[in-house]
């Protein structure tokens, strides 16, 4: 009985804007004095899962991703999108799905991505007269492509808490994310093709040295993964050397390549930074104890006798795991949602016949999906300030953004197992 009120104590919090941390701490002390348990054990334990080399990656890539926000150098991939893009009707909107793509490579958060690529193009479609909800909505269901392509401290973290290979989840992700890419492109254009009110830009004369001259300006931003990815898949690097090497080389051409950091900005990433890895390791720290603690009460075994009660078709099973991450995804953040997904509906999934690479193609598209669904929506809200069109004017075209381009890719992504083990495979063997 305390286990049930503790759970229903915790989704409430959460769907009333407790933050994360506080939610499951509150509950770990109501269980603490209510429920006769010795929390020491946990706490233990989560300090013993936390002192971890691979961990250090996510604050490193936290800093790495917030210096090169800071540091405008989202803007020249920006108008590379845009000078390709943009004497399409529709075409400066899907560039800033491309944008996107890019950034949340270098950035590996759907946050970051949609606050840097959504205050630089939304003037831009402004001013090109799309329509703000339609175009708005299109910035936020791009952003969360941060959690699909690498490098990804998301998935470094689900590799983390399924002690998996980080390089396999990283590759999982990627046919994933450029099939959402793709759709997002073609459902926006399906959208603006008639809409006359749109103007376009004309395609410069010298197309191809217009774009050799954008990609020059771009390089050291595009150089930025292409040197962490290679370094890690070559070798060279571990994914915790990798962000370092990603820190450091983010400075430089933050302050001399694009000039967007001076000390003053610096000294405000550094302090942005600090909080956000503060509060990041209090989340984690706070989850983990409270995952292992639903472990201990065999809460998964639980789990997976409810579902296997309802049907032990595996498909019956795979729907019913993907709404549960959905729901999670609705209610938290990437980086909880990972870690309580990992640590319980992993086991399920397994057992029901899905890889674990494979699992974490699926538990990233859930997580990215449940980020910018209604009613909870963290990315959506965020989004709405960001581009300042109002939640309601945002709302429908969101969800018709989820049904045919996330929720296709969800389910491609699902039920055909080789989208995410290709690439894997390809590496590491099968």
Not at 245 to 253: G, R
């Amino acid at each position: 009985m305390v286990i049930l009120i503790a759970i229903i104590l915790i989704c409430v919090l959460l769907a009333i804007g407790v933050s994360v941390p506080l939610a499951f701490g509150g509950v770990l002390i109501l269980l603490a004095y209510t429920g006769g348990y010795d929390v020491s054990g946990f706490f233990a334990t989560g300090h013993w899962k936390m002192n971890s080399v691979i961990l250090l990656a996510i604050p490193l890539f936290i800093m790495a991703g917030d210096i090169m926000q800071r540091g405008k150098i989202a803007k020249p991939i920006v108008e590379i999108a845009e000078l390709m893009f943009g004497h399409l009707r529709g075409g400066l909107s899907a560039a800033s799905v491309v944008a996107s793509a890019m950034f949340g490579a270098i950035s590996g958060s759907g946050a970051a991505t949609l606050t840097c690529i959504g205050s630089i193009i939304m003037p831009h479609l402004r001013k090109a007269r799309y329509p703000a909800g339609i175009s708005g909505a299109l910035v936020i269901c791009a952003s969360p492509l941060g959690l699909l392509i690498p490098p990804s401290g998301a998935q470094l973290l689900y590799a983390w808490v399924g002690q998996l290979n980080v390089l396999e989840c990283f590759l999982a992700t990627v046919v994933p994310g450029l099939i959402l890419t793709t759709l997002l492109i073609i459902v926006n254009f399906v959208i603006l093709r008639k809409d006359t009110e749109i103007q376009v830009t004309e395609v410069p004369d010298r197309f191809f040295r217009a774009l050799a001259g954008k990609t020059a300006i771009a390089t050291p931003a595009i150089l930025m993964p292409l040197i962490i990815l290679g370094g890690i898949y070559g070798g060279i690097m571990t994914p915790t050397e990798a962000a370092g090497v990603a820190v450091i080389y983010a400075i430089p051409v933050g302050f001399f390549v694009y000039r967007g950091l001076t000390l003053k900005t610096f000294y405000e990433s550094m302090k942005h930074s600090a909080i956000t890895i503060g509060v990041v390791m209090v989340m984690i720290f706070t989850v983990l104890i409270a995952s292992r603690f639903l472990i201990f009460e065999d809460i998964p075994g639980l789990a997976e006798d409810l579902i296997y009660s309802i049907s032990d078709n595996p498909i019956v099973i795979f729907l019913m795991l993907n709404l549960v991450m959905l729901l999670i995804g609705m209610l938290m953040d990437d980086i909880s949602g990972i870690i309580l997904s990992a640590s319980l509906l992993l086991p399920i999934a397994v057992g029901a016949g899905m890889d674990p690479i494979h699992f974490a193609a699926v538990l990233g598209v859930n997580l990215g999906m449940g980020n910018i669904t209604p009613p909870t929506a963290p990315l959506l809200y965020l989004g709405s300030q960001v581009t300042d069109v109002p939640v309601r004017q945002l709302i429908w075209p969101t969800l018709i953004f989820i049904v045919f381009a996330w929720l296709p890719t969800l389910l491609i992504t699902t039920f055909i197992p080789g989208i995410a083990l290709w690439l894997p495979n390809m590496f590491f063997g099968s």
